[in-house]
């Protein structure tokens, strides 16, 4: 099982639309080349994070914001607002067989464990914020030598 690249770059469309919202119009084009994807999944994350009320989107090449305080995102709103998963994070076989000892008790062996990791992801999404992400951001970024940032081969 492996959750959608979705979550990882809408945290990497914040995180860029958070370090240059005061130097750049940040556009779907503007995100799409950092992340390095089509800018029509871009605009597809917006909109399901804007749907959320985590990011205002200007029409045309207005650009993007964030709405919400970075301290009041966490990065779990982000994964319920992009990824498909809806209620459980692990999906069970329909039809274990009930004339196998396996089968027949599978759901009683895993089903409360199952629910118990999903939980413990879910509060550990739930601790981390984008601010916490954006620190972590602005120390690595002022930690490298002192080069202007630079998407698909040229300087922003």
């Not at 809408?10 to 119009?25: M, P, Q, R, S, W």
């Not at 992009?82 to 009930?98: A, I």
Request: hydrophobic residues 40%; charged residues 20%.
């Amino acid at each position: 099982m492996q959750i959608s690249s979705r979550f990882t770059i809408a945290v990497h469309a914040l995180i860029c639309i958070e370090t240059f919202k005061n130097d750049y119009k940040v556009t779907s084009d503007f995100l799409a080349s950092s992340v390095n994807v089509n800018p029509v999944v871009i605009r597809r994350l917006l909109q399901q994070l804007k749907k959320a009320g985590i990011v205002n989107v200007i029409r045309g090449s207005g650009g993007a914001e964030v709405k919400k305080p970075l301290n009041e995102i966490t990065l779990l709103d982000i994964y319920n607002a992009v990824e498909c998963v809806e209620g459980e994070l692990f999906h069970f076989h329909e039809n274990p067989s009930k004339l196998c000892p396996v089968g027949k008790n599978i759901h009683a062996i895993l089903d409360t464990r199952l629910e118990e990791i999903q939980k413990a992801m879910e509060q550990e999404m739930a601790s981390v914020t984008i601010q916490d992400i954006m620190e972590d951001t602005k120390k690595l970024i002022m930690a490298e030598p002192n080069t202007p940032p630079q998407i698909n081969g040229g300087t922003l």
